[in-house]
């Protein structure tokens, strides 16, 4: 048999929210991989790897001409968002498809992306960049309140915070400027327009510029002022599907993606899409996974086959619905004892903390982030998307998460 074709895949990921990408390409092809560490989990998928400072532009590109000399790839691909704009540009230095970097960088500097869309009469949030809190507090005056500010260049909802008037943008605005000052594109803070309504994503593929929308999935947010996410659930058969298709498609366009997995936030104002933002990669918190899960679809394996030129059957061969409890403790604190102590019928897919005793977890209303305040997630299965968000917050309850304060230990509810 002909050997299999090599993609080179950049920044893999943490194990526990990214090992499946990898285990899903792997399957199909041989995979060389870019990182900043040396493999540990990773090794069973991979042929050869090169380990550079996936932070400079120089060194990342580097790293991926050494590879190539050694392997012949057939495409270069990623779902890190910190790298789409510096692995478009090494897969155009090979010679290899791409998205323009240049289209990669307008997704990831929210400014641009939304100038793109008011050219473009995408529906979206009017939006100011500022440089000062006296630009911030003129913003949104002249926006009105209640604002959104965030860092122009970031994801997972870090720097992003709700102010409902002018005695709270001041702690806003720091916070988000700290971020941004972290940003590659742009160290811009951004204040916007409040949508107010559900929040959803849109997963989509493009291919040679023509775009299949294949889920939506609907998302659960943490009370203001913070963005939290908590749970999300996708039902293949959502009639929401087509209702937001063509904001998402029109979003695809005016941004310019010509090829690849698309991860599209948008809310729903007074039912009908307002976009949020488009993330040129595959979406995190395993919504890929919730996906395959639900429709049969491999969103992986599409953004791999993408990557090479090669077409991808995105024909669905299940009508069912999954759904992920994001699991986080209601006290920061150190933890002390966690378990599930649930049964684990067929329909629980996964039960994962990727927290153990002894670590420390800090909240968003702490100064924390999803990165310092998670326990875990578990996933669940159902025929609808109603039913699965439920056996989802039935196995939650069997999660038992303590911790320990300054002011002594206590129980939480995961």
């Known amino acids: 048999m002909p050997a299999r074709p090599v993609v080179l895949v950049v920044a893999p990921g943490d194990e526990n929210y990214r090992g499946y990408c990898l285990e899903q390409v792997a399957d199909a092809y041989r995979v060389v991989l870019l990182t900043g560490t040396e493999p540990s989990w990773e090794k069973p998928h991979i042929t050869d790897h090169a380990v550079v400072d996936l932070s400079d532009p120089a060194a990342l590109l580097a790293g991926g001409r050494a590879l190539a000399a050694r392997h012949d790839l057939a495409g270069v691909m990623t779902w890190d968002e910190w790298s789409v704009v510096p692995t478009a540009r090494l897969a155009r230095q090979l010679g290899l498809p791409t998205t323009a970097p240049e289209v ?88 916007e327009e409040f949508l107010d ?54 979003a695809i366009n005016a941004l310019g993606i010509t090829d690849g997995v698309s991860h599209i936030e948008m809310r729903l104002v007074d039912g009908r899409p307002r976009l949020i933002e488009v993330n040129a990669r595959l979406a995190g918190d395993m919504i890929g996974h919730l996906v395959r899960l639900a429709t049969g679809i491999d969103l992986v394996r599409a953004a791999a086959d993408i990557a090479c030129d090669r077409t991808h059957d995105l024909t669905p061969t299940r009508s069912s619905a999954a759904a992920i409890r994001l699991l986080y403790p209601d006290t920061s604190g150190t933890l002390t004892h966690l378990t599930y102590d649930g049964p684990r019928p067929h329909w629980l897919d996964r039960v994962h903390f990727q927290c153990r005793p002894g670590d420390q977890l800090l909240l968003p209303a702490d100064g924390g982030n999803l990165y310092t305040g998670r326990i875990g997630y578990l996933i669940t299965t159902a025929t609808t998307g109603q039913q699965a968000r439920a056996r989802a917050d039935q196995a939650a309850r069997a999660v038992t998460a303590v911790l320990d304060r300054t002011s002594g230990p206590r129980s939480a509810a995961a």
Do not use: W
């Not at 002249?142 to 860092?151: E, F, Q, T």
């Open 104 to 191: 990669m960088q307008g997704c990831r500097n929210k400014a641009t992306a939304r100038s793109l869309f008011a050219r473009h009469g995408v529906p979206s949030a009017a939006s100011v960049s500022v440089r000062t809190r006296q630009e911030a507090e003129a913003a949104a005056e002249r926006i009105g309140y209640p604002v959104v500010l965030k860092p122009a260049s970031h994801a997972g909802a870090i720097g992003v915070l709700r102010v409902d008037d002018r005695d709270q943008l001041t702690a806003a605005y720091r916070a988000a400027e700290r971020t941004a000052g972290q940003g590659t594109e742009s160290t811009s803070v951004l204040v």
């Open 197 to 250: 309504g559900p929040e959803i994503s849109v997963e989509c593929v493009t291919y040679r510029g023509a775009t299949t929308v294949v889920a939506v999935n609907r998302k659960t947010i943490s009370p203001p002022p913070h963005f939290e996410q908590l749970a999300h659930s996708v039902d293949a058969d959502d009639p929401l599907r087509e209702t937001v298709a063509p904001a998402a498609r029109a």
